[in-house]
């Protein structure tokens, strides 16, 4: 199942394209934000991949740009592709790796002489990481109806500029979004590649594995409110520091995860007025929290808020607590995860706690998912690599999975 040369080298070539855009030359890291400049170089990138390849182009109403082999209006369309934003400084792999696989499996395709009966797409899911606007999964949650229109024209950046305002000023036209069932009834199975976000496939000594599932997770916005003062004059007994709160409720964060088996973190936090020789009258701190089953998560979330609003309590910190987005457990489709790991010979199948496109649109569309070996395990960060090998069997993969699914 090895990958001719062709496919090597436009691989390789893609990913050169790639690898400047967005990158952030003091952290390596990337920042491919939703709307801003970075994402559109990586648009035009995915453009010009398009139509070198003379595949049909489009763009959808909610900014999801479309690669198609085939007649986009035939139905029951084999789809691939990913995302090509980034976390802040985050990593080369996490999205394009599926971006860029999903071009190199169809070149394969091509290579091999492979005539598919179904119609092929390539997607880019638009802000799939939400690291702009709080929200992932922008894009498909949008097309698929998981975000309303009202919802989406109430996120704001941290500039306060609206997604609304931010896909106008980057020439797209927000009167248009909202849910797209006809784009989504055109659409007989979605397969995302990604890179795995953890080392399980290290461990197995596998380059290529199948998704079974997605675990729960949400994000909750915490505000601690005291009252600003003099770090040198006030008294400790006469302070009302919401520091204190949101340290003490980090900690019980961090316990109450780990009692359960689950995972909690406060990854982003904003203090006012952020002066070193005052005390803090408001700090902000954003809790990502996943787990298993959503009993878990659910009792996991209430104890952190309860730690938090008592240890508010004895600090005299007003607690207030908003839930920003909630993902529940994706089970894939056994039939199509069966069918994968038949195509590819018996490939482990593992479960991940990070969120994707494929999950979001696991409700609309048969869905699955590949993973292809970190050796680290280390992603959302600069660190993230795979070895080219592992890649190129993961577009090997990737090639069997659409020939399996499109051409038969
Ligand atoms: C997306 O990568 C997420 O799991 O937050
Ligand atoms: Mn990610
Ligand atoms: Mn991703």
């Not at 139509?51 to 763009?59: E, H, P």
């Not at 340290?247 to 007025?273: D, H, I, W």
Request: proline share 5%; glycine share 10%.
């Amino acid at each position: 199942m090895g990958a001719p040369p062709t496919t090597s080298a436009s691989f390789h070539d893609m990913w050169r394209d790639l690898a400047p855009i967005g990158r952030n030359t003091t952290t390596n890291g990337y920042r491919r934000y939703a709307w801003t400049d970075a994402d559109a170089d990586c648009r035009t990138w995915f453009k010009e991949q398009a139509q070198n390849r003379g595949l049909t182009y489009d763009v959808d109403r909610n900014g999801n740009q479309w690669a198609w082999l085939g007649d986009p209006e035939a139905g029951n369309a084999v789809v691939t592709g990913s995302h090509l934003d980034s976390v802040p400084d985050g990593g080369a792999f996490d999205g394009p790796l599926g971006i860029v696989s999903s071009f190199a499996a169809l070149d394969e395709l091509r290579a091999r002489g492979a005539h598919p009966t179904k119609p092929l797409a390539i997607v880019n899911f638009g802000d799939e990481e939400g690291a702009r606007f709080g929200l992932a999964c922008v894009g498909s949650r949008l097309t698929s109806g998981q975000l309303s229109v009202a919802q989406a024209h109430a996120l704001r950046d941290a500039d306060g500029l609206s997604l609304p305002q931010a896909m106008e000023r980057a020439g797209y036209d927000p009167e248009a979004i909202g849910p797209d069932p006809e784009r989504l009834a055109r659409i007989g199975a979605f397969v995302e590649l990604h890179i795995e976000q953890g080392r399980a496939l290290a461990d197995t000594n596998d380059p290529v594995g199948v998704a079974s599932a997605i675990w729960p997770h949400g994000r909750w916005r915490f505000d601690f409110h005291g009252e600003a003062n003099h770090a040198g004059t006030t008294r400790i007994e006469d302070r009302r520091d919401p520091m204190l709160t949101y340290a003490n409720t980090v900690l019980a964060a961090r316990k109450k995860a780990k009692l359960a088996g689950a995972l909690a973190t406060f990854g982003k936090v904003s203090v006012e007025p952020n002066g070193v020789n005052a005390i803090a009258s408001l700090v902000r701190g954003w809790l990502d929290s996943r787990a298993a089953d959503e009993e878990t998560l659910a009792a996991v979330v209430g104890e952190i808020e309860r730690a938090a609003v008592e240890r508010g309590q004895r600090d005299g910190v007003d607690v207030r607590i908003t839930r920003e987005s909630f993902t529940p457990v994706v089970e894939f489709a056994h039939d199509l995860r069966d069918q994968l790991s038949g195509l590819l010979g018996g490939v482990p199948i593992l479960p991940t706690g990070a969120g994707h496109d494929a999950g979001i649109l696991s409700a609309s569309v048969p869905t699955a998912m590949l993973f292809v070996r970190n050796p680290t395990g280390v992603s959302h960060s600069p660190a993230e690599t795979a070895a080219e090998d592992d890649c190129l069997a993961g577009v090997a993969a990737l090639a069997e999975v659409l020939e399996g699914l499109a051409c038969h």
